[in-house]
């Protein structure tokens, strides 16, 4: 059984350059969940969808972030332009149903490094 | 405003004894909660969760209570084995936004042979 994949692992990048993390949920589960993890913030929500749709974005930092999930298979999380304290691990998850009644299957992670 | 807290960064025990990892939340309509389980290089894994609607979830050597009148829930491990080193989060969530799990900020158990 596939888990939920991330790419890339790891990305190295300079500051104003843009970069696109992906992932690609179970198959079935209809709600998909970006996650970032900081050192200062811990664990944080950054979006989620429900069946594609964008259910809350308000844990999105600013307009440099965006988020897309075109199908039920795939989904990206765009930063431009990056910035050093963008640096942290991006994580997907996805769950058949909504976070908190589900258990959410977590990807392993997209670690970003701004430069 | 950090509304699940998990005060201790870290707890060490020897095999074979009790783990106790605690946290507190101060959202009231939180009513659902969640363990997870965080090796390094991975993505966190789900461990036990409990409803508020009860006190008490018990999965082989993991257990879970839950004080409501305390805001307050602990995850036990017995017997505490080497390979449950890692890192625990602790997750909350309200039936009104039943989408948005609130994490703490984890707290790394080392178990010691």
């Known amino acids: 059984d596939a888990g939920v994949i991330q790419s890339p692992r790891h990305e190295v990048t300079e500051m104003g350059q843009e970069v696109t993390l992906r992932c690609k949920p179970i198959s079935g589960h209809n709600s998909l969940f970006w996650y970032r993890q900081t050192m200062m913030r811990g664990l944080e929500l950054l979006i989620y969808?429900?069946?594609?749709?964008?259910?809350?974005d308000s844990g999105m930092p600013e307009d440099r972030f965006s988020a897309k999930m075109p199908n039920a298979s795939f989904s990206t999380l765009k930063i431009q332009p990056s910035e050093p304290r963008d640096s942290a691990v991006y994580f997907c998850?996805?769950?058949?149903?909504?976070?908190?009644?589900?258990?959410?299957?977590f990807g392993e992670g997209s670690r970003l490094t701004v430069l | 405003d950090q509304q699940v807290k998990q005060n201790s960064p870290s707890l060490s025990v020897q095999e074979g004894r009790i783990s106790i990892l605690n946290c507190d939340y101060t959202?009231?309509?939180?009513?659902?909660f969640l363990w997870y389980k965080k090796y390094p290089a991975e993505g966190p894994t789900f461990l036990i969760s409990i409803s508020s609607i009860k006190d008490k979830n018990e999965d082989g050597r993991f257990t879970v209570f839950l004080n409501k009148s305390a805001k307050h829930l602990s995850l036990h491990i017995v017997p505490s084995q080497p390979g449950d080193s890692a890192v625990y989060f602790c997750a909350a969530s309200a039936n009104t936004n039943a989408g948005k799990s609130t994490f703490g900020d984890g707290t790394t158990l080392t178990v010691k042979p």
């Open positions: 959202n009231s309509m939180f009513d659902y």
């Open positions: 998850a996805s769950s058949f149903g909504l976070a908190g009644r589900w258990e959410l299957f």
């Open positions: 969808f429900n069946n594609n749709v964008p259910i809350d």
